[in-house]
């Protein structure tokens, strides 16, 4: 069904920087996050405080990421801290510094806090002869800069290399592998169960194994059709990737900063308006398990209703927090209904859209991440402002080649 040949055979960096916020705050301490048990904690005053990240030797013994302080064990081998936000944006500052000695920032997309892709097609072979050295070139300078040690999957594509990441890198020695479209039926389709590929939750998971699919290959071999029927577009992308496709590129992505789930709904008949009620619930029904099923969280709103007489009424909020509750985004959606709409109207046109996503896990870190990412942005924007000023001098500085004819 989909022709690999046809596909530009691109080369990407997924660069991991697992429990980030542990492991620098392990090095401030002058410790190893390998070997020691540290938790991050949003207060350390409040047992009910959450874990923000945990050293891996902590979630060895079942601490992990949105755990309470009251879960963690009296002992005296485990570490509980506050976070430290200058040692969090100068070691993302860090790593930043080291990728644009050797890259363009446009070929540098930071997917979240502790995870970046990089494309480095045109660029490796003046430093490397393999994208492999290039990526273990990469791990050893932000290592000498920050001490933490980065996990990389190489692919050809963004999907490929994260697999690549997940399932291989992260549990060989060298921390690096590399995946190719040829690896499709021996490394991406024999993974299961489910929710060990990229996308997949333990609830789109189940719904998968209730139609019999239960491994990569089973999904990569399901009906588009039918994929399509139950889950619309995620459904088309959960297909492309479960076949090592990923439409997304780098260059792009920041148009993937801004996607949006909506629904548009032109009615058989006219609606009284208290029967548009039950409309709207079965539509925000259907827009929040699309959320839900992405772990993500909306945090703007937007809606519009058309009456009979064609008179529209429209309305855009945005939510302090995000949320994928559908409850939460109907309450919002009927109450404005209730202001602006006339109760003896009749309606047969609905449009109830969703954007502006965040992570999930940042309806409990969303004080904590939206601080540091402030912080961090604005220290970013300063720093590839004069990097990209000296880029062109810097890279002929690193290597004997001249590069002024690098595409």
Same mark, same amino acid.
């Given at each position: 069904?989909?022709?690999?040949?046809?596909?530009?055979?691109?080369?990407?960096?997924?660069?991991?920087?697992?429990?980030?916020?542990?492991?620098?705050?392990?090095?401030?301490?002058?410790?190893?996050?390998?070997?020691?048990?540290?938790?991050?904690?949003?207060?350390?005053?409040?047992?009910?405080?959450?874990?923000?990240?945990?050293?891996?030797?902590?979630?060895?013994?079942?601490?992990?990421?949105?755990?309470?302080?009251?879960?963690?064990?009296?002992?005296?081998?485990?570490?509980?801290?506050?976070?430290?936000?200058?040692?969090?944006?100068?070691?993302?500052?860090?790593?930043?510094?080291?990728?644009?000695? *050797?890259?363009?920032?446009?070929?540098?997309?930071?997917?979240?806090?502790?995870?970046?892709?990089?494309?480095?097609?045109?660029?490796?072979?003046?430093?490397?002869?393999?994208?492999?050295?290039?990526?273990?070139?990469?791990?050893?300078?932000?290592?000498?800069?920050?001490?933490?040690?980065?996990?990389?999957?190489?692919?050809?594509?963004?999907?490929?290399?994260?697999?690549?990441?997940?399932?291989?890198?992260?549990?060989?020695?060298?921390?690096?592998?590399? @995946?190719?479209?040829?690896?499709?039926?021996?490394?991406? @389709?024999?993974?299961?169960?489910?929710?060990?590929?990229?996308?997949?939750?333990?609830?789109?998971?189940?719904?998968?194994?209730?139609?019999?699919?239960?491994?990569?290959?089973?999904?990569?071999?399901?009906?588009?059709?039918?994929?399509?029927?139950? *889950?619309?577009?995620?459904?088309?992308?959960?297909?492309?990737?479960?076949?090592?496709?990923?439409?997304?590129?780098?260059?792009?992505?920041?148009?993937?900063?801004?996607?949006?789930?909506?629904?548009?709904?032109?009615?058989?008949?006219? *609606?009284? *308006?208290?029967?548009?009620?039950?409309?709207?619930?079965?539509?925000?029904?259907?827009?929040?398990?699309?959320?839900?099923?992405?772990?993500?969280?909306?945090?703007?709103?937007?809606?519009?209703?058309?009456?009979?007489?064609?008179?529209?009424?429209?309305?855009?909020?945005?939510?302090?927090?995000?949320?994928?509750?559908?409850?939460?985004?109907?309450?919002?959606? @009927?109450?404005?209904?209730?202001?602006?709409?006339?109760?003896?109207?009749?309606?047969?046109?609905?449009?109830?859209?969703?954007?502006?996503?965040?992570?999930?896990?940042?309806?409990?870190?969303?004080?904590?991440?939206?601080?540091?990412?402030?912080?961090?942005?604005?220290?970013?924007?300063?720093?590839?402002?004069?990097?990209?000023?000296?880029?062109?001098?810097?890279?002929?500085?690193?290597?004997?080649?001249?590069?002024?004819?690098?595409?």
């Amino acid at each position: 069904m989909y022709k690999y040949r046809l596909r530009e055979n691109r080369y990407i960096l997924c660069i991991d920087q697992s429990s980030f916020f542990a492991n620098v705050s392990c090095v401030s301490k002058g410790i190893n996050p390998v070997e020691h048990k540290l938790a991050v904690i949003s207060d350390t005053k409040r047992q009910g405080a959450i874990v923000i990240d945990a050293t891996e030797p902590l979630k060895g013994i079942g601490i992990e990421t949105g755990s309470r302080l009251f879960e963690i064990p009296h002992r005296s081998d485990i570490y509980i801290i506050n976070p430290n936000m200058n040692h969090y944006v100068n070691d993302s500052l860090a790593i930043y510094k080291v990728l644009l000695q *050797y890259l363009d920032c446009k070929d540098v997309k930071q997917f979240n806090i502790d995870e970046i892709f990089i494309d480095i097609t045109h660029i490796y072979k003046y430093y490397c002869s393999s994208p492999k050295e290039f990526a273990n070139m990469i791990m050893e300078k932000i290592e000498h800069e920050t001490q933490l040690k980065c996990p990389i999957g190489i692919g050809p594509n963004m999907f490929m290399s994260k697999m690549a990441l997940k399932s291989e890198a992260k549990v060989n020695k060298q921390l690096i592998a590399e @995946w190719k479209y040829e690896d499709i039926s021996t490394k991406l @389709w024999p993974i299961h169960p489910l929710n060990k590929m990229w996308g997949i939750n333990h609830r789109v998971e189940k719904n998968l194994n209730d139609l019999g699919i239960f491994t990569v290959r089973d999904l990569a071999h399901y009906p588009l059709n039918k994929l399509m029927k139950l *889950y619309g577009e995620i459904g088309k992308e959960l297909h492309l990737n479960s076949n090592g496709f990923d439409l997304n590129n780098i260059q792009d992505a920041h148009r993937l900063l801004k996607p949006s789930i909506s629904c548009d709904i032109e009615l058989t008949r006219d *609606y009284q *308006y208290y029967e548009m009620k039950s409309m709207i619930l079965e539509t925000v029904e259907s827009l929040t398990m699309q959320l839900r099923s992405r772990n993500l969280l909306v945090k703007s709103i937007s809606f519009s209703m058309k009456s009979r007489k064609n008179d529209r009424i429209s309305k855009q909020y945005t939510l302090k927090d995000g949320t994928n509750i559908t409850m939460d985004i109907f309450r919002v959606i @009927w109450s404005f209904t209730e202001q602006l709409c006339d109760k003896q109207e009749k309606y047969h046109e609905l449009n109830i859209s969703l954007n502006n996503f965040v992570p999930e896990r940042a309806r409990e870190l969303n004080t904590f991440i939206d601080k540091f990412e402030r912080e961090r942005n604005e220290a970013l924007e300063i720093l590839i402002k004069e990097t990209k000023r000296k880029q062109k001098v810097n890279r002929q500085s690193n290597s004997p080649l001249r590069l002024s004819n690098v595409n």
